[in-house]
């Protein structure tokens, strides 16, 4: 598995895909190697020279793959990963499977799905958290090639447990951490204008201060909240959030008992049932999160039965289980809440 694990940062983003998709791997029963691509070009190249550092990334890839002859090759957003690599991988492994795995949108990152369609011309399978081919198709190296994952929910990381304690003995009401891309501030702007001032909304991260929490304080944070709106990117477009697309934060939260409001036109719903509460506007948002503040109870037992179903349906080890089914081509074993079928 080549990805990005945080080596150059002492581990900190731990809570990230990557890292889930390995431990659920391993919890699934499965032997992984990995390598923290980023991190490991900027090991390999002597007085910082990153050309050198990414020729010999290449070379170190090959020669692990060589030695321990996977099965299946799980990569990340690996950009630094050249496509003559991905080609000798197949040439030297017979019957290895490459799958690639993309958790950024489609609709405003061009030059990083531009990536991904570079890598994707080389992959068996594609497995985006996105499922609405009418953003997706553009960028599919062949038909069938796309499939939805998930965000993965992680027992070792969404420790939290939001939904037992009382909105009062939490930080605050309401949290959101995250950039301002879009319209996000515009939407915060006007949620902050319709809460009453007896909300403790806590807007933090990039898009409170251009500081960006990590680590265990970034995961103790998000639980501190009551609840967290999943902020489309920018709500005047048509649609608002692509079906099923939203960022790791719905896992991040859902998965510590905090309730999760999603955007109606992401049909959530579909996959949490009635663990989440859906918002279509501006205005709906404001008036789903004052009810919930009037609320407590029924608060609480909206994310606790969101920790539930996230943990139920999307632990890393079920996600990854059902990854494998459809790399290998395997009969399903079981009847997963997501779409299943290629998106295109």
């Known amino acids: 598995m080549c990805g990005n694990f945080g080596g150059r940062a ?7 895909t990557d890292n889930k998709l390995r431990n659920g791997l391993i919890r699934a029963g499965h032997q992984v190697l990995a390598i923290d691509e980023r991190a490991r070009a900027h090991d390999l190249a ?56 993309f958790v950024d949108p489609f609709t405003t990152r061009p030059a990083t799905v531009e990536r991904l369609r570079d890598r994707a011309a080389h992959m068996d399978v594609v ?28 027992c070792g990381i969404e420790t939290g447990r939001a939904d037992d304690v009382p909105a009062t003995d939490l930080a605050c009401d309401g949290i959101f951490l995250g ?51 999943q902020l489309p990117l920018d709500d005047e477009a048509e649609p608002p959030t692509p079906h099923l697309y ?29 663990g989440v509460v859906a918002f279509g506007s501006r205005e709906e948002l404001a008036a789903r999160m004052s009810e919930l503040h009037a609320d407590d109870t029924r608060r609480r037992r909206i994310a606790g039965l969101g920790r539930r179903l996230s943990h139920e349906r999307t632990a890393a080890e079920r996600v990854v289980r059902y990854m494998i089914e459809i790399v290998l081509e395997r009969a399903l074993t079981e009847a997963y809440e997501w779409p299943t079928e290629p998106i295109c």
């Open 10 to 16: 002492l581990q900190a983003p731990y809570y990230n």
């Open 46 to 101: 002597p007085l910082g020279l990153k050309a050198v550092g990414r020729r010999r990334l290449q070379a170190e890839i090959l020669e692990t793959a060589a030695h321990y002859r996977p099965h299946i090759a799980f990569f990340g957003h690996t950009d630094l990963v050249e496509g003559e690599t991905y080609d000798e991988l197949r040439r030297q492994t017979p019957g290895l499977r490459l799958v690639t795995f």
């Open 127 to 154: 497995f985006a958290t996105t499922a609405d081919a009418s953003v997706m198709a553009p960028w599919a190296s062949r038909p069938g090639q796309f499939r939805f994952m998930p965000y993965p929910v992680d």
């Open 179 to 229: 950039s301002d891309i879009g319209t996000r501030g515009a939407q915060l702007d006007d949620l902050r204008d319709r809460l009453d001032p007896s909300f403790r909304l806590h807007v933090g991260g990039r898009q409170q201060s251009g500081d960006r929490l990590s680590s265990t304080a970034f995961v103790t944070t998000l639980a501190g909240a009551a609840m967290c709106p």
């Open 246 to 274: 939203t960022s790791a934060r719905i896992a991040q939260t859902m998965g510590q008992g905090v309730l999760a409001l999603t955007p109606t036109s992401g049909c959530f719903e579909a996959l949490y049932e009635d």
